[in-house]
């Protein structure tokens, strides 16, 4: 998958947020990170909510703020999420 330049900017700005030490310190070593590890990106917050269900991830009974605010779910600055797995 090709990745836009603010999406990793803003990956490589917050990966503290799902990993505990940086996975990656330039553009190219994030693009390649999230190209590994099959990361994908959500038009909304609805993409959201049906990539976890068809992952198995138990999001029932929580609201939107909760899931979006999930590790792995990355805010992109158009609005869009860039999801992660850890």
């Not at 070593?29 to 990361?39: P, R």
């Not at 976890?52 to 779910?73: H, R, Y």
Request: aromatic letters at 12%.
């Amino acid at each position: 998958m090709i990745y836009k330049k603010e999406y990793l900017e803003t990956f490589l700005k917050n990966q503290e947020q799902l990993f505990d030490e940086p996975v990656a310190e330039t553009i190219e070593e994030a693009d390649e990170f999230l190209d590994e590890c099959m990361a994908i990106v959500a038009d909304s917050y609805k993409d959201v909510k049906m990539y976890f269900k068809e992952n198995g991830g138990d999001i029932s009974g929580m609201t939107k703020e909760e899931v979006l605010s999930q590790a792995e779910v990355f805010a992109m600055p158009d609005g869009k999420y860039l999801i992660v797995e850890g």
